[in-house]
């Protein structure tokens, strides 16, 4: 078996009996070398993921859909190659040694209505796609602490992700250029706050040679 999808098409009240279950199916994953995951729960309480999922070395691909990660000290998954949260928190404080996540592997990256991302230390040398949507905690300011977002050569934001970059002073240049090859903005509003932040980005990557803008929102 290769691959493990779980999902719940309307919302539902949790039970300890429905956990126990989640929790067998994550077990049942560590311990027969599933490599791919897809956990969809579509509840208003976010689902805690038990510890035996980061012991998990043969996933390759995982979709957690409303999930809190509880980062065990130096968590890792040696063989992911992509990650996809949505409306799913990382719990955790920047500094913290229990907050490194290792994904040495990793190429893509994808948050949707994810909170704290900003919060973990995420370790990942060969991410190249990364894509933040409705994302509010991202500024141009992790673009100097995490080193991930230096390397990145393909990034797709949202006009409300682009926007909150600029939540701290939007820089001429950033420390270092960044390695972008392409730019894919969706549902940008045409306002001082978004127009900038998107300049800054392209001033800051010399390599880029591909922007893609769509949905285009006019500000009144």
């Not at 190659?81 to 799913?88: F, G, N, R």
């Not at 973990?120 to 602490?145: A, D, E, G, M």
């Not at 969706?186 to 998107?198: E, G, Y």
Request: proline share 5%; aromatic share 8%; hydrophobic share 40%.
């Amino acid at each position: 078996m290769e691959k493990v999808m779980v999902y719940t098409a309307t919302p539902f009240v949790w039970s300890p009996l429905f956990r126990s279950d989640v929790d067998q199916c994550i077990i049942f994953v560590s311990n027969h070398g599933i490599q791919k995951l897809t956990l969809d729960l579509a509840n208003h309480e976010k689902y805690a993921l038990p510890y035996t999922i980061f012991t998990c070395s043969t996933l390759t691909h995982l979709k957690l859909s409303r999930h809190i990660f509880k980062l065990p000290q130096n968590t890792q998954f040696p063989n992911l190659v992509s990650l996809q949260l949505e409306h799913s928190a990382l719990d955790g404080h920047v500094g913290s040694n229990r907050n490194i996540l290792l994904l040495p592997l990793l190429e893509t990256l994808e948050s949707r209505f994810c909170v704290d991302v900003d919060r973990v230390y995420i370790s990942s040398p060969k991410l190249v796609n990364l894509s933040i949507l409705r994302s509010y905690t991202v500024t141009f300011q992790c673009f100097s602490l995490n080193p991930i977002l230096k390397r990145i050569t393909h990034l797709w934001l949202d006009g409300s992700s682009l926007k909150n970059l600029g939540s701290v002073p939007v820089p001429d240049r950033l420390a270092l250029p960044l390695k972008l090859q392409s730019l894919k903005i969706s549902d940008l509003k045409i306002s001082v706050k978004h127009i900038s932040c998107a300049l800054c980005l392209l001033r800051n990557s010399p390599n880029i040679y591909k922007l893609g803008i769509d949905e285009v929102v006019k500000v009144t």
